[in-house]
């Protein structure tokens, strides 16, 4: 019994040893069809860091055929399931531009905005790629609006927008925290306008204020009314979304500011 199970456990480690061992023939084997062969075996086994070599190779064998298309497919898919999104990307486009009137067209271009998505930087990093990722998954859902693809397209753009939100609100929340007020307001206002439906809302509405009033209270005297005027003028405009503590600390910055004004204004040249 124990020989037996010992034969099951040695027989397919002999079997890999042998593939591996044959691999290396395989890649520099001049016979397309055995390639295929072993291209679409190793691909199925999810073998793609050595199917993609064969894939390529094919590709520029049967460049031109009826063929062809297939191969770019799974060489693009290779580099999808070895999670080398950027790569990907790069061949999902190449195919649509290629193959534009292939009947894997349309998949492939939904794939290409799902690995430009995969291979788009972190927030914290600059997101000019984020913004080119929404404008192509844009143009896929004019380009396929009936697509089985459009919820996951709408997923994406979600997901995408969270970030170019949560980047505007981390830029604007860093002005404000190294006291460059004047700056944090004005962000934190183009903030809502990008993002009026923003979870930050009335944070941000809150932060404008403060920003404001913080900004004329660190001024030059000569700067101090106008300054608070802006202050009275934000707390005007948002003052009925606050709740909580945010309406009542909102509520004495303008009364703060309102008697700041008065005081200035009575001073006697």
Request: charged share 30%.
């Amino acid at each position: 019994m124990k020989s037996r199970t010992t034969l099951l456990f040695i027989l397919p480690l002999l079997l890999l040893i042998a593939s591996c061992s044959e691999y290396p023939k395989i890649l520099k084997d001049n016979d397309m069809k055995l390639k295929l062969e072993w291209a679409e075996k190793l691909y199925k086994k999810g073998d793609y860091t050595r199917a993609q070599p064969l894939y390529e190779q094919l590709a520029i064998y049967y460049r031109g055929t009826a063929l062809a298309e297939n191969m770019h497919y799974y060489n693009a898919y290779c580099f999808y399931g070895m999670r080398d999104y950027e790569m990907a990307t790069y061949l999902f486009k190449r195919f649509c531009n290629d193959f534009s009137n292939s009947k894997l067209a349309e998949e492939c271009n939904y794939m290409f905005c799902y690995t430009e998505y995969m291979s788009s930087l972190p927030v914290y990093l600059d997101q000019s790629d984020t913004k080119k990722c929404m404008e192509d998954i844009t143009q896929f859902i004019g380009s396929y609006p009936d697509s089985k693809y459009i919820p996951y397209c709408n997923q994406l753009s979600d997901r995408l927008r969270e970030k170019l939100e949560l980047k505007a609100y981390n830029g604007a929340y860093l002005f404000y925290k190294t006291e460059e007020y004047k700056a944090a307001a004005i962000s934190f206002s183009n903030l809502l306008k990008d993002f009026p439906e923003s979870e930050h809302k009335e944070e941000a509405e809150f932060l404008i204020i403060r920003s404001y009033y913080l900004y004329a209270k660190n001024s030059l005297e000569a700067k101090k009314v106008e300054r608070y005027e802006q202050v009275k003028k934000s707390y005007e405009e948002y003052r009925f979304d606050l709740r909580g503590d945010y309406a009542k600390d909102a509520l004495k910055m303008n009364e703060e500011s309102a008697r700041q004004m008065d005081k200035i204004k009575n001073v006697k040249p």
